[in-house]
Every structure is written in structure tokens, then in C-alpha cells.
């Protein structure tokens, strides 16, 4: 295999309503969440796995050359299709091109179509080898299951073979109530059902999970590939592209293929193309997904994220949809920290999703405002209703303990509940439980009162008496910076020492920050000396109790090292724009800070997943990345610094 990316490395392609296609360079898939037609049926959640991957290969005059390759229980790679591959690229889209043993180039491409359930295949014939009259015939077998994404398929009875065959168009109905599945192709199919078994995910199973699957195979597609390029669309049965039946399965492709060019041209920056992946449809409004390939839309990050993929690349549009979709779900002063799945009620368990919400309802009015097309009268109103709704049942007092003390400050915590986004949680065990008075809730709660202030006296007496309890109550002197956590579990004077990240809010990442001058320095310099790596925070200080520097193991020993020293990329931002605060916010500064830490993040966008940045990584050297390789407020963090923090210029 020949490609300057890691062969692991991962690609993605959503398809704006929640759905992806997703695989790795090599072309083995390593998880249960790889697929070529991966659909959300509720858009962005209700995900179904329809077709997971493909079989593919080349005859030349019969003899034949795998472009696939797969892992199979217990630890075998067959075919050798990964060996043939002589270049990879994952821009405009994924391409891949294969080299035969007579030089023969093919390419492969695949790319999803936006706002569709739809993903486009196409193979082309690039050069000749050494037998430029050889006949070249493409066979392809598409790899069925039409399970809920976070399962795994077995082999079973109930699997559904038959196939409508209907011109260029072929149906599989795997299963009933399972969305079917159409390929409209050039190519001539063949039924030929069988079971491919004991497919192995090597991700999953260094995660300690179920890592063995059944797939069904109902048929094949041929192509002639001396007769010009072979392409199949996948798509949801009666959701496909194109209505008009007739149209040729080629012009349907090139169509679509022109199409994407044309709209991922719009983005002129590879982290531009990268966020356009998260913002996605939810009903008829927006939402942000978390990550790719598990996570669906979460409160706390939508929010956070929003700052970099909807406000610092002027998608206002976007950003106002979700907004003011999200003022509408405020209750007891709480937003919901996740919608689940499958249409349970919504879960309220974060105390600081609700003030990340004023943070970025803020920071919208005056991104508009800026821009010259202020945000309309009856729609600030809306928003200013939600942040007083928000600040009011904080102060009166709402869920798990979540009230405003005596002294300004906002406590929360019950036991057995994680409400920080330090939110790890094994069984009953609860690994950073913070409960008590956090330092980072208290800057977003602070960041609150201010906003609300601008526009209601009643939170100015309030943010007043908080601030100078702050800085009387959270400064640790002996480590230069702040503690976690103080008046732990409830009890008054009692703190949590803990260095970790969540004090870099008190100086960057929120429109105020609550430390100056010489604290602040000392802060920044700390948090720097200490946490900082290449990628991100530390989420712990190296030389904590409690350090973990490797996130990997079983579901218990990664959820235990997730917040004990595991970087969290995200915080790169609030991290940077403190540097550059305490730097005078000077151009020399930024121009300092753009070669100093943003310029080293660039590398991992070609780490894990292609032009993204990962949701984590190691806290010891190399700071490999790991969980979720796509990651919406780590992306976001990035352009917020690029095109806002770090920008010299107006």
C-alpha cells in the first residue's frame, strides 16, 4: 500500500441529515459503525446500518485482482486489495487508485450526496498496463445487514435475499420495518445470496466490545470498465436522489458528482469542509452532531461547537435555527443535555448547557450585529426571554442541587449524577463526580449574569457578589493557578485541588474573564507548563494522584482514564485565547500563538479522521489519537481560533 496517510486512518462523508459513509485508507473496516449506507430514519438519530461495505474486484482476461480487503476472525486479511492501492486522497471526496500487476490503474471514488440518504460510487478504468487490449470487468458484491448502528449482525433466517430487479435499479428488503436498499447501476446484477461470516473490527475489539459480524450477500454487479466508468448509487428505498426512473444511472452519477463539487467548492479552507460535516437537519430546523461515528446532537456541545462551525464562518443562518430551536426546550432553567435515541424524553443532567447556550446566544447577536444585518427585534426578544428563564430557575433552584448560594456562586451536584462535562460515568461509579461549586461553572455562570445584566438590573447585584467570591475563594496560591472545585459535596470551605483544565475559563474561552494581570499570567503559565500537549489539554496534571496517560482497555478502564489525564483537543481554544489575553491580545501575540500552537494541531487533521480532528488523545507522548475521530467541538475550537481569536486583521 502506498499513501502518505496512516493506513487506520479514517474517512468520512455525511450526508447532512445524521446519516455517513465511513471506512478507513486501507479499506478494512475496523468498526461496527463503517459503512458505505449508513442512514438516520429520524434525522439525526433513528441510525440504521444498511449496507456495511462491498466485495470488489478486477478481471483482466480472467485472471482476477481483489480492490478489497478485509479482516476476519480470528486475525486473517483477505483479499489483498489494501496492496494494490498506489494512492489515496480524502479531497474533494475519498479516491482511492489501485494499481494491477500489469500496471493497470483503476480509481475509485465515493462520495455522499447532501440532504439525501444517498452515496455515490464510481470506478473508471485511468491507464492501460501492459495489455492495453486485456478485456477489464469490475465485479462488485455489496455487503447487506439493516441493523440499528450500534449492534452487531448475525447470520439468521429472518435476513431477506430477494431482489427487485427493475432496469438499472435492483431493491434489497432485509427486513421488515428496515429501510430497503436501491443500487441503481450501470452494471448487469447477478442473485447469487450468500453469508460472508466472522468479519473482525479491530477497533472494536481493542475497545473491549463485541467485535465479530455476519454480513449477507444477495448478488453482484458487473462492469465493463473498457466501456467507460462503472457507478452505483446507494440509496434508501423510495428516498432515492432522482424520481425520474428513466434517467441513466451514469448521468445520475455525474450529475451528482458536479453537484458536490460545486458546494464543497463554497468552502475555501479544509477545517471549512470539515465542519459543514456536523451541522446537519433536526425536524424542520438545525442541529450540530457531537461526532461521528457514534455520538448524535448533545446540549453542552452544540453549543460549544456552534461557536467555531456556525459563528466564525458566518453560516448566521444555521446558528439562529438552532438557537432559537434550543430556547424553546428551556425547563426549571435547564436545557437538555441529550435528545436520546429513540424518542425517550429528553435527559436534563448538565448544569452547564444551559449557560453555554447564553454564551453562544451572545456571542450570535453580536456576530450579526457585526456583520450589518442585526438579529430582527422579536427574535432577540426570544432569546433574551430564554437566558432570563435559564438564569431565573438557576438562582430560584432546579434539578440535582443546581441553586445560587448565598455568596454569588452556583452549587450543584447530587451524588450518583455527573452534571460537568467531566461526565464519566462506569455502572454506579461516577469517576469525577465534582459536586460542590466547579471553577468552570462558575465562569459560565458569572459569563451568564453578565450577559443577562446588559438588559435586566435584577442579575447585576448578583454577578457583583459572585465575582468577589470568586476571586477570594478559588485562588491557589501554591500551584498558580485555581482550585477544581470548592465547598466539595456541599460542605463549606472544603476544596478539590486537582489541577486540571477547567480553570483556563476563568482567563480565555468566555467574552469575560474573571482573572487579570499578574494571576492570570501565572495561571496561563501553569496551565501551559503543565497540561498543555500538542493536541489539546490534559484533562489532569501528569503528576496528579490519579493520572492516567493511556486511554485504552475495556469500557471501564477508558471511561476511567477519560478525565484523568486524556487530552480533550476542544480545549486548545479556551487555552490559546487565555495565552493570547495575558499577551496583550497584541498581533504579535497571535501571529506568536498561531506558530506556537495552532500551527502543531494542523498535523493530527491527517491522524485519525481525515481533515478532522479527534475527540481525544493520549496525555503521554506521542499523544496518539483516540474515541470519536470525528469531533464537531474540537473542530470547532479550531476555526473559532483560526478565524476569529488568532485573526490580525477585521
Not at 133 to 142: G, I, M, N
Not at 187 to 201: D, K
Not at 421 to 449: C, H, S
Request: net charge negative; charged share 20%.
Amino acid at each position: 500500500m502506498s499513501s502518505h496517510y496512516p493506513e487506520t486512518a479514517e474517512w468520512l462523508e455525511a450526508d447532512g441529515l445524521g446519516g455517513f459513509a465511513s471506512g478507513t485508507v486501507s479499506g478494512i473496516r475496523t468498526r461496527r459503525y463503517h459503512a458505505l449506507l449508513l442512514t438516520a430514519t429520524t434525522p439525526p438519530t433513528g441510525r440504521v446500518c444498511l449496507v456495511n461495505g462491498l466485495e470488489a474486484w478486477v478481471s483482466l482476461d480472467g485472471r482476477q485482482q481483489a480492490l478489497s480487503c478485509q479482516r476476519y476472525a480470528p486475525d486473517v486479511v483477505h483479499p489483498d486489495g489494501s496492496e494494490r492501492i498506489a494512492e489515496f486522497t480524502p479531497e474533494p471526496w475519498p479516491h482511492w487508485t489501485f494499481r494491477l500487476d500489469d500496471g493497470t490503474l483503476i480509481e475509485q471514488e465515493i462520495l455522499t450526496q447532501h440532504g439525501t440518504s444517498a452515496v455515490a460510487l464510481v470506478w473508471r478504468l485511468a491507464a492501460r498496463g501492459l495489455e492495453p487490449s486485456a478485456e477489464v470487468t469490475l465485479a462488485v458484491r455489496p455487503l447487506l445487514s439493516g441493523r440499528d448502528y450500534h449492534a452487531l449482525h448475525h447470520e439468521n433466517p429472518a435476513f431477506c435475499f430477494d431482489a427487485e430487479v427493475d432496469g438499472e435499479r435492483v431493491t434489497w428488503r432485509p427486513y421488515a420495518g428496515v429501510p430497503g436498499v436501491v443500487a441503481i447501476s450501470n452494471g448487469a446484477y447477478t442473485h447469487e445470496p450468500c453469508w460472508y461470516r466472522n468479519f473482525l473490527y479491530a477497533a472494536e475489539r481493542e475497545r473491549g466490545l463485541d467485535c465479530v459480524e455476519d454480513l449477507a450477500a444477495p448478488g453482484t454487479l458487473h462492469f465493463d470498465l473498457a466501456r467507460g466508468d462503472a457507478v452505483c448509487l446507494l440509496a434508501v428505498a423510495g428516498a432515492e436522489p432522482v424520481a425520474d426512473r428513466a434517467q441513466a444511472a451514469t448521468v445520475q452519477a455525474a450529475a451528482l458528482r458536479a453537484a458536490e463539487r460545486r458546494r464543497r467548492a463554497a468552502f475555501p479552507r479544509r477545517l471549512e469542509r470539515a465542519a459543514d460535516a456536523y451541522v446537519v437537519a433536526r425536524g424542520d430546523g438545525r442541529t450540530i452532531v457531537a461526532g461521528y461515528p457514534w455520538f448524535t446532537d448533545w446540549g453542552r456541545d452544540t453549543f460549544i461547537a456552534l461557536r467555531g462551525l456556525c459563528l466564525a464562518t458566518r453560516r448566521l443562518a444555521d446558528a439562529r435555527a438552532i438557537l432559537l430551536a434550543w430556547a424553546g426546550a428551556v425547563s426549571e432553567g435547564m436545557l437538555p443535555n441529550r435528545f436520546p435515541d429513540h424518542g425517550e424524553a429528553p435527559e436534563y443532567n448538565a448544569v452547564d448547557a444551559a449557560l453555554w447556550w447564553i454564551v453562544a446566544a451572545h456571542e450570535y447577536v453580536a456576530a450579526a450585529a457585526a456583520g450589518g444585518s442585526a438579529v430582527p427585534a422579536g427574535e432577540q426578544e426570544r432569546l433574551r426571554a430564554a437566558t432570563d428563564a435559564i438564569l431565573s430557575g438557576y438562582a430560584a433552584g432546579t434539578r440535582f442541587g443546581i441553586h445560587c448560594d448565598a455568596d454569588g456562586m452556583l452549587a450543584a451536584g447530587v451524588p450518583g449524577v455527573q452534571l460537568t462535562w467531566m461526565d464519566a460515568k462506569v455502572g454506579d461509579w461516577v469517576v469525577t463526580p465534582r459536586i460542590g461549586k466547579p471553577v468552570e461553572v462558575q465562569a459560565l455562570w458569572l459569563n451568564a449574569l453578565a450577559i443577562g445584566s446588559a438588559f435586566s438590573e435584577r442579575w447585576r447585584e448578583v454577578l457583583t457578589r459572585g465575582r468577589a467570591t470568586f476571586e477570594a475563594r478559588f485562588w491557589n496560591e501554591a500551584a498558580g493557578g485555581l482550585y477544581d472545585v470548592v465547598d466539595c459535596d456541599h460542605r463549606p470551605g472544603t476544596i478539590d485541588a486537582s489541577f486540571r483544565p477547567n480553570q483556563i475559563f476563568a482567563v480565555g474561552g468566555l467574552p469575560l474573564a474573571l482573572l487579570t494581570g499578574e494571576r492570570a499570567r501565572r495561571l496561563v503559565e501553569s496551565v501551559h507548563e503543565r497540561l498543555w500537549t500538542p493536541v489539546g489539554l490534559r484533562s489532569l496534571a501528569p503528576d496528579a494522584p490519579g493520572y492516567v496517560g493511556r486511554y485504552e482497555g475495556d469500557v471501564r478502564a477508558r471511561d476511567g482514564a477519560y478525565h484523568q489525564g486524556t487530552v480533550w483537543p476542544w480545549l486548545i481554544g479556551p487555552f490559546v485565547e487565555a495565552w493570547v489575553r495575558v499577551h496583550d491580545a497584541t498581533p504579535a501575540a497571535k501571529r506568536a500563538a498561531r506558530d506556537r500552537f495552532l500551527t502543531p494541531l494542523w498535523r493530527y487533521l491527517d491522524e485519525a479522521g481525515l481533515g478532522h480532528l479527534a475527540e481525544i488523545a493520549d496525555g503521554d507522548p506521542p499523544y496518539t489519537p483516540r474515541g470519536c475521530p470525528f469531533q464537531a467541538w474540537s473542530v470547532g475550537e479550531a476555526l473559532r481560533l483560526d478565524r476569529l481569536v488568532l485573526a490580525t486583521q477585521g
